[in-house]
């Protein structure tokens, strides 16, 4: 009983006092300084904390994980448990087309580098060869390229041109003027002329005559140079022409 108190003594909240010898002086607490904080040591365990994996971990890789320990490896001609373990792990998507890239640009010696565009080279004159004779328009130089080509091509190839017999011409008329003859020098002279003549005037007709043609099919594409390389076409010799000429001669194009 504590004196002028009226009320028993507690040995565990009151504190030592020289009436109560066998209580036990309490200890203070001590807080971390923090106004409304928690006391050091109570409702926490700084020394030993809890992991938060093992709250939050899922219990559906805990019930997968038996299953997948005790599949096998089993060979490539048995089907593969789907929990089994590969063997390997599963590359990312940006390493595999890292290793992928690798392995297309691997890097060739010079030798290798050279022989490879040799024959891609090669490859491809043989391409455009046979389209040159075939007419295949995938593999032709791009100067032969596209519907406008074409049709001035085969509006030069259905039709007669003076301009494709001037290298026969011109043949038989460097001999006439080599024969020291004053007649025959004088013939080949003037046959000179008339071959300039008649190739520059067939020349304007099938120009003006192709433009025409042109503008009438082909109004919204580019006509630019057609009639230049249609003319330059005639001067070549019928069956001497690349590419190869499609319509005969008299056909309409």
């Known amino acids: 009983m504590i004196p002028g108190s009226g009320r028993p003594a507690d040995p565990e909240t009151d504190t030592a006092s020289p009436l109560c ?11 971390s300084g923090v106004a409304g904080s928690f006391p050091a040591g109570v ?13 939050f971990r899922s219990r559906a890789k805990e019930e997968k994980a038996p299953a997948a320990d005790k599949a096998t490896v089993t060979t490539s ?12 792990p599963t590359p990312k998507r940006s390493v595999a087309q890292s290793q992928r890239r690798s392995v297309a640009s691997t890097p060739m010696s ?12 090669r490859a491809a004159l043989e391409r455009q060869r046979q389209a040159l004779a075939s007419g295949d328009e995938r593999y032709l130089p791009a100067r032969d390229k596209g519907p406008v080509r074409r049709f001035a091509r085969d509006f030069v190839d259905s039709r007669f041109n003076i301009a494709e017999f001037f290298l026969p011409m011109a043949v038989i008329i460097l001999v006439l003027s080599m024969i020291r003859v004053p007649a025959l020098q004088s013939i080949a002279l003037l046959l000179w ?23 009438e099919r082909f109004p919204d594409d580019n006509r630019r140079g057609a009639v230049a390389y249609a003319l330059m076409r005639s001067l070549q010799m019928h069956r001497l022409r690349l590419p190869k000429p499609q319509v005969k001669r008299g056909e309409r194009p």
């Open 21 to 31: 010898p066998l209580c036990v002086p309490s200890v203070p607490l001590q807080t």
């Open 43 to 55: 409702g926490s365990n700084p020394g030993h904390p809890v992991p938060l994996g093992f709250v």
């Open 77 to 88: 001609k048995q089907t593969r448990h789907p929990e089994a373990p590969k063997g390997r």
């Open 110 to 121: 010079r030798k290798e580098a050279a022989r490879r565009q040799r024959e891609e080279r």
């Open 193 to 215: 002329l008339v071959v300039i003549v008649t190739i520059v005037l067939d020349s304007i007709v099938t120009g003006f005559r192709l433009k025409k043609q042109l503008a």
